[in-house]
């Protein structure tokens, strides 16, 4: 069985991060990113709000810049999937999809999560041009324009929200008339001249060339269609953490998938820390997820540390 300090099962912000805390420390981390290492930013045309960059900056180059500075470090990289993490307590038995397996004293999870799209015809061309599923990354560049926010959760409305701010028109797409946010939250939205609810309807296709135009809506009751006019699409449905093959494992996960980690990344299980989006129950940015990450990889290495001793 191959033998390792640390195992950090994802290779975007979160598990780089923590590989660049524990080399530092000592450590020889191993990151088993999959076959295409880099998670959610690797979708990302433009990021503007990570820190340290003058001028947007590609997700792309964001994570092999990351994953350049790992393996001058001395990070060591696998394409390897995990699909099964087993023990009570360290030294742990981690299982890859093609059966291999490896031993770590600590793992550090850092798997992502996957947002929800609405798996509409032609929906990946506009992915990055005018389609997004993080109003926080993108809204800045739909400054002075007209966009539409689908869902009807604390998500959508905290987007709606944020948008307005400098958007002159936001649609609110939403399946009901009623809603899962907080009622405070939707009376503000309700009180924003910028702000106007189209509901009782769903999204059937996003209209456009190169880039975002409009969005057609069909209403649920009467099926009549409309078409919106807009340079820019928000989808706030939701996101899936990347915590499936956890479900066999005794680390605990919350009903929504979400592993159960405290604010320094400890799991309920000794020696598992968790990083990212796959904990995070609030907000999603890459910046976080980085910072999130150093933390795991600041406690693993204090783990491990302790263990050899």
Same mark, same amino acid.
């Given at each position: 069985?191959?033998? +390792?300090?640390?195992?950090?099962?994802?290779?975007? %912000?979160?598990?780089?991060?923590? &590989?660049?805390?524990?080399?530092?420390?000592?450590?020889? %981390?191993?990151?088993?990113?999959?076959? =295409? %290492?880099?998670?959610?930013?690797?979708?990302?045309? /433009?990021?503007?709000?990570?820190? !340290?960059?003058?001028? %947007?900056? $590609?997700?792309?180059?964001?994570?092999?810049?990351?994953?350049?500075?790992?393996?001058?470090?001395? =990070?060591?990289?696998?394409?390897?999937?995990? &699909?099964?993490?087993?023990?009570?307590?360290?030294?742990?038995?981690?299982?890859?999809?093609?059966?291999?397996?490896?031993?770590?004293?600590?793992?550090?999870?850092?798997?992502?999560?996957?947002?929800?799209?609405?798996?509409?015809?032609?929906?990946?061309?506009?992915?990055?041009?005018?389609?997004?599923?993080?109003?926080?990354?993108?809204?800045?560049?739909?400054?002075?324009?007209?966009?539409?926010?689908?869902?009807?959760?604390?998500?959508?409305? /905290?987007?709606?929200?944020?948008?307005?701010?400098?958007?002159?028109?936001?649609?609110?797409?939403? +399946?009901?008339?009623?809603?899962?946010?907080?009622?405070?939250?939707?009376?503000?939205?309700?009180?924003?001249?910028?702000?106007?609810?189209?509901?009782?309807?769903?999204?059937?296709?996003?209209?456009?060339?190169? &880039?975002?135009?409009?969005?057609?809506?069909?209403? =649920?009751?009467?099926?009549?269609?409309?078409?919106?006019?807009?340079? $820019?699409?928000?989808?706030?449905?939701?996101?899936?953490?990347?915590?499936?093959?956890?479900?066999?494992?005794?680390?605990?996960?919350?009903?929504?998938?979400?592993?159960?980690?405290?604010?320094?990344?400890?799991?309920?299980?000794?020696?598992?820390?968790?990083?990212?989006?796959?904990?995070?129950?609030?907000?999603?940015?890459?910046?976080?997820?980085?910072?999130? !990450?150093?933390? &795991?990889?600041?406690?693993?290495?204090?783990?491990?540390?302790?263990? +050899?001793?």
């Amino acid at each position: 069985m191959n033998e +390792r300090d640390l195992i950090i099962i994802g290779a975007g %912000p979160a598990g780089c991060s923590a &590989a660049i805390y524990a080399v530092r420390a000592g450590l020889k %981390p191993l990151i088993c990113g999959g076959a =295409v %290492p880099g998670g959610q930013l690797l979708q990302t045309s /433009e990021l503007e709000n990570y820190a !340290g960059f003058v001028n %947007p900056v $590609g997700g792309f180059e964001i994570m092999d810049n990351m994953h350049k500075q790992c393996k001058r470090l001395g =990070v060591e990289f696998s394409t390897d999937e995990i &699909a099964k993490i087993e023990g009570e307590h360290s030294p742990f038995t981690l299982t890859t999809t093609g059966g291999k397996q490896y031993s770590a004293v600590a793992v550090v999870i850092a798997t992502g999560a996957k947002a929800r799209w609405l798996n509409l015809p032609g929906e990946d061309k506009f992915k990055g041009h005018g389609l997004s599923a993080c109003a926080t990354c993108d809204g800045f560049f739909m400054r002075g324009k007209k966009v539409c926010v689908v869902g009807g959760g604390n998500t959508a409305f /905290e987007d709606a929200l944020f948008l307005a701010q400098f958007c002159p028109e936001v649609n609110l797409i939403h +399946r009901r008339d009623g809603f899962r946010a907080d009622q405070v939250t939707v009376e503000q939205a309700q009180k924003n001249p910028h702000i106007k609810f189209v509901l009782n309807s769903v999204p059937e296709a996003i209209l456009g060339d190169g &880039a975002v135009t409009g969005l057609r809506v069909k209403n =649920v009751q009467t099926g009549a269609t409309q078409e919106i006019e807009c340079q $820019g699409v928000f989808v706030a449905i939701g996101a899936d953490p990347q915590t499936a093959f956890l479900k066999d494992s005794l680390v605990a996960l919350a009903d929504n998938g979400l592993v159960l980690a405290d604010e320094r990344t400890h799991t309920t299980i000794d020696g598992i820390f968790a990083a990212g989006d796959c904990a995070d129950k609030y907000y999603r940015q890459a910046i976080i997820a980085a910072g999130s !990450g150093a933390k &795991a990889g600041i406690e693993a290495a204090a783990f491990v540390n302790l263990h +050899r001793k």
